[in-house]
């Protein structure tokens, strides 16, 4: 994950952000909603397979090729709230398999972040 620090003279519209759940991760058996940072508009449907402060994997409904997918958000079909970003992807028996980062760490971290760096100086 990076941090990134957006400039105040270009607020980012309310309505585009995505809010964390409370949660901090799903539960087993939770049905989930990835949305593609790829192709807006798309949406991918899967069920947490496991979940834990350290990790998330959820089993896919459909099968498809999940590169660039990595940073995409898992969002609970039950509370509408970010759970997960993707992080992992693996194929188990002819499902996708995604793994990602639970929503609880990622916030943990942001309000422990102490260095917000310009999108235009950012550099992998």
Do not use: C, K
Request: aromatic content about 6%; cysteine-free; proline content about 9%.
């Amino acid at each position: 994950y990076v941090l990134l620090h957006t400039a105040s003279a270009n607020p980012i519209d309310p309505a585009l952000i995505l809010r964390p759940d409370v949660r901090g991760q799903p539960q087993p058996g939770e049905r989930v909603i990835l949305y593609s940072g790829l192709q807006p508009g798309q949406l991918y449907s899967g069920t947490v397979q496991s979940a834990s402060p350290q990790a998330v994997w959820v089993v896919m409904d459909d099968t498809f090729d999940p590169s660039g997918l990595s940073g995409s958000p898992f969002v609970s079909q039950h509370t509408g709230q970010v759970v997960g970003m993707v992080i992992a992807t693996t194929q188990r028996g002819g499902r996708v398999l995604l793994g990602a980062h639970p929503i609880g760490s990622l916030v943990r971290l942001a309000e422990a972040a102490t260095e917000f760096p310009l999108i235009a100086a950012y550099r992998r």
